[in-house]
């Protein structure tokens, strides 16, 4: 059973930073996807940014030059550090898997219904 498990969220100025933590467990590390989601007040969920097993990484526009993702696979978890928040970087984010392939890709990368994992969610408040 996969199992997900988020930490690091919080409440920060415009300008701060965070870094999100996700310890993963359940599957076998073979070809799979790992991310983040974010679901703003009043939104849907959207792709925030994803690295699969090779490394590759894929970012929301929004988070492009702001955030990064990288792995520990030592600890088998992603992080995602993100400089210079905004306001609209509100919301809870969602780490999520994809256990099954590589999906590093543009038209695949931020469909929820390719990940078949996910985290309960933490939250991040930037406040102006």
């Known amino acids: 059973q996969v199992q997900l498990v988020e930490s690091g969220g919080g409440s920060v100025q415009a300008g701060g930073s965070l870094r999100l933590s996700c310890s993963s467990s359940g599957y076998t590390y073979l070809a799979h996807t790992r991310g983040w989601f974010r679901q703003a007040p009043g939104k849907e969920r959207d792709g925030v940014a994803i690295i699969d097993s090779s490394g590759n990484t894929m970012y929301a526009s929004s988070a492009k030059g702001r955030f990064a993702i990288f792995s520990d696979h030592a600890k088998n978890a992603i992080y995602l550090q993100m400089h210079n928040l905004k306001p609209e970087d509100t919301g809870v984010y969602y780490c999520?898997?994809?256990?099954?392939?590589?999906?590093?890709?543009?038209?695949?990368?931020?469909?929820?219904?390719?990940?078949?994992?996910w985290g309960q969610g933490t939250q991040v408040t930037v406040s102006s």
């Open positions: 999520a898997v994809c256990t099954e392939a590589d999906i590093a890709t543009e038209s695949l990368w931020a469909r929820e219904e390719y990940y078949n994992g």
